[in-house]
């Protein structure tokens, strides 16, 4: 497939309990966004991936969030000690990324995901 | 930081009536603009977007203008169809070196009436 994958597409869990969940871009895709969506509303900026660095992760509500892509290419998400205001589709998506300050036509352009849908009970 | 709204929350035509979705953002460094379309169940998907350096693009049934002054952007769909419907989101994006991200309207539901 040429999208965006993420798994799994549903994810149930206790509160309290630790999760993780998979992005796997668009191949040679060096960025890669994370957002959550509540129900109802707009996609909502969690941590931005430049290569295997998180370049801004300013949207991390706190701690218990945490993200990896440590070869540059499939990212993970992980929330320790769930609690159920977690209850959310998450979001990856992909774009081609570019030099460094300059902008270019095809940079920008983000591909989402299917999203996993997380429900903490 | 960047805020962006976005109206109306929800939208209802005929077939065949036109629909316009309206955006408002708040930073003037915003140079990115797409627009989503997002199904039940689905993650959004890219139908139309527009940089800063552009006033207006069209794709078919869809366009899309910008206003840097007014800082305000607006999605046009003509001659809608029952397959419209669906929620679509704006977002405005402010890339600059290795940081930059979406920041996403509240949503309008459309709703195509056969």
Known sequence: ?121 | GENVEQHPSTLSVQEGDSAVIKCTYSDSASNYFPWYKQELGKGPQLIIDIRSNVGEKKDQRIAVTLNKTAKHFSLHITETQPEDSAVYFCAAFRGSGNTGKLIFGQGTTLQVKP
């Open chain 1, 1 to 121: 497939g040429a999208g965006v994958s993420q798994t799994p597409s549903n994810k149930v869990t206790e509160k309290g309990k630790y999760v993780e969940l998979r992005c796997d871009p668009i191949s040679g895709h060096t960025a890669l966004y994370w957002y959550r969506q509540s129900l109802g509303q707009g996609p909502e900026f969690l941590i931005y991936f430049q290569g295997t660095g998180a370049a801004d992760d300013s949207g991390l509500p706190n701690d218990r969030f945490f993200a990896v892509r440590p070869e540059g290419s499939v990212s993970t998400l992980k929330i320790q000690r769930t609690e159920r205001g977690d209850s959310a589709v998450y979001l990856c998506a992909s774009s081609p990324g570019g030099l460094a300050g300059r902008l270019r036509a095809s940079t920008d352009t983000q591909y989402f995901g299917p999203g996993t849908r997380l429900t903490v009970l």
